[in-house]
């Protein structure tokens, strides 16, 4: 009895979100290992639901998405998405899988060496879906863990044809003549060294190679006329304004980044590392159920957090330091990205206050701006953060000339877009208005140098407040409001009276 009663208050609270916690009473009996290469409702129905494909998408989204991308094709096209390949630490030691972003914003299909090939067509549904998969191998399997078949790959993910990606080089060779147009994009990360994206990199990309080389080339002699056609910005055209499904699933991930926040405000404290406060927040998101950070966090102490990307986060931090923690997790596919900077005793000294409430005046002023309303564009809500955060400064005793401003105080930009990838800039017109449903971050900052031209109270303070913004018609939507930003808020929450718990 006793024991019993230990071990079930001891046992950590069930968090808000499906993270592979249930109650003992409802543990789902399924077979283990699965029979599937990635979280399905028949294998994790604690993860994906009965009528969703992924956590959170169902497999009509997905044909949706399908659709309205061949919609947009002239007739006589073909897409080709090709899946992201295992990458090496070193060796043969690999990192986590994580899908190319394109190939699963049209899939749902998490396994890599894998590739679509969408044909349009006359149909009613519009297109024809075939998909390559590296299919089961019991000997493989026995090492890495399962792989869907191709039966239930077809099945799952709607493909009118589901077969081995050994045959992912002749399929497509057949279609190529008979398309005029071919979306594809070779994988950028392959062709650094000669900075040229060939043609031939997107089988090299596949790896091992699946046929003879002979096969190849031909393909990509044909891939290499003037047919061939870069695929990502039609896909960056779909992936800007998100859909419900999207939206609720980026609030989740901002929820979990935002609590976590919180309660690394009241973790932190002064004696600690960097490294630890960067630990607890990652270990809160991963306990939240989020499958890995969307970046590598910035957790920056006292001037430390004057470099913009600080990341090596191994200084301890000091009595009176003001701390900056850039985080975010990714959650279901998609990246969250919040900025909170907080004084590590728990209390504004004067000069942190009035920095930081310049900074968070500013801020809010420029996530107004952020409806289809106003059809401001990024980049002039860029420029009209230059001038909010000069009249701001303004008003705290720093009379700054623009250029000064843009070049040493605020040396970023205010804004990009998130979603499934955390700068969804690449394909994005910073100077086009911003449209509903769009998600973009709004992120002024100010770090001052040790400099006789700014105030000495000043001096080494970086500050960064940033939110995501669901851009909306009349109004914004701020999607990380869990993270505490408020004066009283932020105090509070590093003093515990918000109800946030260190753990
Ligand atoms: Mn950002």
């Given at each position: 009895m006793f024991l019993l009663r230990r071990a079930s208050c001891c046992r950590p609270k069930i968090p808000r979100?499906?993270?592979g916690y249930a109650t003992e009473a409802a543990i789902p009996q399924v077979p283990k290992p699965?029979?599937?290469g990635q979280p399905l409702f028949q294998s994790h129905p604690h993860l994906v639901n009965?009528?969703?494909?992924t956590p959170g998408f169902t497999a009509q989204e997905y044909e949706t998405r399908r659709r309205n991308l061949m919609d947009s094709l002239p007739d006589s096209s073909i897409v080709v998405a090709i899946s992201g390949t295992v990458k090496y630490?070193?060796?043969?030691?690999?990192?986590k899988f994580r899908q190319a972003s394109d190939f699963w914003y049209l899939t749902g299909f998490d396994e890599p060496n894998s590739a679509v090939i969408l044909e349009k067509t006359s149909t009613s549904r519009g297109y024809r879906m075939t998909l390559f998969s590296a299919g089961r191998d019991p000997a493989k399997e026995k090492w890495d863990g399962a792989r869907t078949s191709f039966s239930d790959a077809g099945a799952i993910f709607r493909a009118d044809d589901a077969r081995s990606i050994d045959h992912f080089a002749s399929h497509l060779r057949s279609v190529l003549s008979v398309s005029s147009n071919v979306f594809v994009d070779?994988?950028?990360?392959?062709n650094r060294k000669s900075s040229k994206f060939t043609a031939k990199s997107i089988l090299n990309y596949?790896?091992?190679?699946?046929?003879?080389r002979t096969e190849y080339d031909s393909v990509v002699e044909s891939l290499s006329s003037s047919k061939r056609k870069p695929l990502a910005p039609k896909v960056a055209q779909l992936r800007a304004i998100k859909s419900e499904a999207e939206l609720s699933v980026m609030r989740q991930a901002a929820d979990i980044s935002g609590r976590a926040h919180a309660k690394t405000m009241r973790f932190?404290?002064?004696?600690?590392s960097e490294a630890a406060l960067a630990a607890h927040f990652e270990y809160l998101c991963s306990l939240a159920g989020?499958?890995?950070?969307a970046y590598v966090p910035v957790v920056a102490s006292g001037a430390n957090?004057?470099?913009?990307?600080?990341?090596?986060?191994n200084h301890l931090i000091s009595e009176g330091d003001f701390l900056l923690i850039d985080a975010g997790c990714e959650y279901n596919g998609y990246a969250s990205d919040i900025t909170r900077s907080f004084p590590a005793s728990g209390t504004f000294t004067p000069a942190q206050r009035d920095l930081y409430a310049a900074v968070l005046s500013a801020q809010k002023a420029l996530i107004a701006l952020?409806?289809?309303?106003?059809?401001?564009s990024m980049h002039q809500i860029h420029l009209h953060t230059c001038v909010l955060l000069r009249e701001e400064l303004k008003q705290i005793g720093m009379d700054v000339q623009a250029r000064d401003l843009e070049q040493i105080l605020f040396p970023h930009y205010v804004a990009h877009p998130i979603g499934l990838?955390?700068?969804?800039?690449?394909?994005?017109?910073?100077?086009g208005s911003l449209k509903a449903g769009m998600v973009i971050t709004i992120e002024p900052g100010i770090y001052v140098p040790p400099?006789?031209?700014?105030p000495k109270h000043f001096h080494n303070i970086g500050i960064r407040i940033e939110d995501e913004v669901v851009v909306g018609k009349e109004h914004p939507v701020v999607l990380?409001?869990?993270a505490p930003k408020e004066i009283a808020d932020v105090e509070g929450a590093c003093q515990g009276l918000l109800g946030f718990e260190a753990f």
């Open positions: 979100f499906r993270c699965s029979a599937f009965s009528t969703e494909l630490m070193s060796g043969q030691i690999f990192y070779v994988p950028p990360t392959f596949l790896s091992p190679p699946l046929t003879p932190a404290r002064p004696g600690l989020s499958q890995r950070p957090a004057l470099i913009i990307h600080y990341t090596s986060n952020c409806t289809e309303a106003s059809g401001l990838d955390l700068h969804e800039s690449s394909n994005f017109d910073r100077s400099s006789p031209s700014f990380s409001v869990a």
